[in-house]
């Protein structure tokens, strides 16, 4: 019953922005800690940032600087705004969820393809 649909990845240009939606549902949103997450092909899946349900956000050494993550918990949507994008930010872009303890698992979109090319 639980669902993150994620939306927004797409080919842009070096030093260009864009913007990564995560739309929950089944969890009461508040309650989550919400991750994005990104695999390149050949590695490992890697935490970018979170928002935590306390209000706290973290980044990735990589993106600091460049990349805002954002809620929006009337909406149960979550946001990364990417800036100044580049090529080794291409990869696989992931939204997750996690109310642990109040669940017994954490929870994953699809995916999302973001390609930083010229």
């Known amino acids: 019953q639980v669902q993150l649909v994620e939306s927004g990845g797409g080919l842009v240009q070096p030093g260009g922005s864009l913007r990564l939606s995560c739309a929950a549902s089944g969890i009461i949103f508040r309650n989550a800690d919400m991750g994005w997450y990104r695999q390149a092909p050949g590695q490992q899946r890697e935490l970018v940032a979170v928002?935590?349900?306390?209000?706290?956000?973290n980044y990735v050494d990589a993106v600091k600087g460049r990349f805002t993550i954002s809620r929006d918990n009337a909406k149960n949507t979550v946001y990364l705004q990417m800036n100044s994008l580049k090529p080794e930010d291409t990869a696989v872009y992931y939204c997750?969820?996690?109310?642990?303890?109040?669940?017994?698992?954490?929870?994953w979109g699809q995916g999302t393809q973001v390609t930083v090319s010229s």
């Open positions: 997750n969820a996690d109310l642990r303890p109040l669940t017994a698992r954490d929870f």
């Open positions: 928002s935590s349900r306390a209000g706290s956000t």
